[in-house]
């Protein structure tokens, strides 16, 4: 069945490190997304891509990096310079005209 | 900029009471709306979509009308299960950076269902 996967479920570290979220589609879709969601927040957009190796920034991009360098894949780095990085982490891909789908989505907490 | 706002929460019910989420936007152009729901620990589903006025989305017994007019697009159910108990997103999608749907999200809507 076609879908995206994320992995870790949960996901923790220690305040200072960097880590990397995974996220993986079989849908073939040309456009990904990484978005952050907190209580009572909504989901707010990090980063985007439209096309492999090409990607720009969201609302929220500061603490964050990206890299598109397979269509199927979009890794998204927390790096220790986002402030507050506890929080639950979606990705999702669509196709042109349709709408988004969603991943299960990373828990990430700081130590 | 684009926005939504969306009915604040928690929404308590009892089973096979009537469900109104408030839903209204802000948006330059004809955006296309959406509700999502997500279920305790899961990502988003999608579960209703309208692209143009007065289009009615509907799915599992949920509707929503595009209302261009009054700049709505309100979900409803007529008798709504313990199962419906999650929280439900508004969104809508616009054109941001050339040919790319960028999703503008309420802030989500938790609706518990009391059997």
């Known amino acids: 069945d076609g879908g995206i996967t994320q992995s870790p479920k949960y996901l923790f570290r220690k305040e200072g490190q960097n880590v990397t979220l995974s996220c993986e589609q079989n849908?073939?879709?040309?456009?990904m997304y990484w978005y952050r969601q907190d209580p009572g927040q909504g989901l707010r957009l990090i980063y985007y891509?439209?096309?492999?190796?090409?990607?720009q920034k969201g609302d929220i991009a500061e603490g964050y990096s990206v890299s598109r360098e397979k269509k199927e894949s979009f890794p998204l780095t927390v790096t220790s310079a986002q402030k507050n990085p506890t929080a639950f982490y979606l990705c999702?891909?669509?196709?042109?005209?349709?709408?988004?789908?969603f991943g299960p989505g990373t828990r990430l907490t700081v130590l | 900029g684009d926005s939504v706002t969306q009915m604040e929460g928690p929404v308590t019910l009892s089973e096979e009471a009537f469900l109104t989420i408030n839903c209204t936007y802000t948006a330059t152009g004809y955006p296309s709306l959406f509700w999502y729901v997500q279920y305790p620990g899961e990502g988003l589903q999608l579960l209703l979509k309208a692209t143009k006025a007065d289009d009615k989305g509907s799915n599992k017994g949920f509707e929503a009308t595009y209302r261009k007019e009054t700049t709505s697009f309100h979900l409803e159910k007529g008798s709504v299960q313990v199962s419906d108990s999650a929280v439900y997103f508004c969104a809508l999608s616009a054109i941001s950076g050339g040919s790319n749907y960028k999703l503008t999200f309420g802030k989500g809507t938790l609706l518990t269902v009391n059997p």
């Open positions: 999702a891909s669509k196709d042109p005209g349709r709408e988004q789908f």
């Open positions: 891509s439209q096309i492999v190796n090409d990607f």
């Open positions: 849908l073939n879709h040309d456009a």
